[in-house]
C-alpha cells in the first residue's frame, strides 16, 4: 500500500467540478487521520484499488467511528471504493467495537485489525458493502 492522499484530493477535486461534492464535504475527507490505498489480492475482488480512510484516537469514541464512516461514504460518492477504519488503544465503551463492526467499518486495536484477513468472507463482505 501506500499515502493515498494525492490520488484522494484529485478525486474530490473532480467531483467538485462536477458538482458531486462540496468543497466543504472535499475539506472534511483530507482532514482524516490516515488515508491509505492498496490493491485487493485474492477473491472476487482481486486487483481492485481501495483507499482506507482513517481516524486514529488513543481512545476510540462513537465519533471517530461516525467520521470515518462520513468520509468514506463522501468518498463513495466521488467514485472511489473507501473502506472506513479507526484505530486506538482502547474503547470509549465495550459495546463501540462490536457496533462498529456491524457498521462495517474496519476496526484496530492492540495490534489486531478486525475482521481480520484470515476471515476472508468477513472481510469480502465488508468490501461489498463499501463498493461504489
Request: aromatic share 10%; hydrophobic share 40%.
Amino acid at each position: 500500500g501506500k499515502d493515498a492522499s494525492e490520488f484522494v484530493s484529485s478525486k474530490l477535486d473532480e467531483a467538485i467540478e462536477k458538482g458531486i461534492i462540496t468543497p466543504e464535504e472535499a475539506n472534511f475527507v483530507m482532514a482524516a487521520d490516515l488515508l491509505w490505498m492498496g490493491n485487493i489480492r485474492r477473491g472476487k475482488f482481486e486487483g481492485e484499488t481501495v483507499v482506507f480512510v482513517g481516524e486514529v484516537s488513543w481512545t476510540i469514541e462513537p465519533d471517530d467511528i461516525k467520521r470515518a464512516e462520513e468520509k468514506a461514504q463522501i468518498l463513495r460518492k466521488a467514485g472511489v471504493w473507501a473502506i472506513p477504519f479507526v484505530s486506538g488503544s482502547v474503547w470509549a465503551q465495550t459495546e463501540l467495537k462490536e457496533q462498529a463492526l456491524e457498521r462495517k467499518v474496519v476496526c484496530a486495536t492492540d495490534s489486531r485489525i478486525d475482521p481480520s484477513r484470515s476471515d476472508w468472507e468477513a472481510f469480502e463482505e465488508l468490501l461489498s458493502f463499501w463498493r461504489p
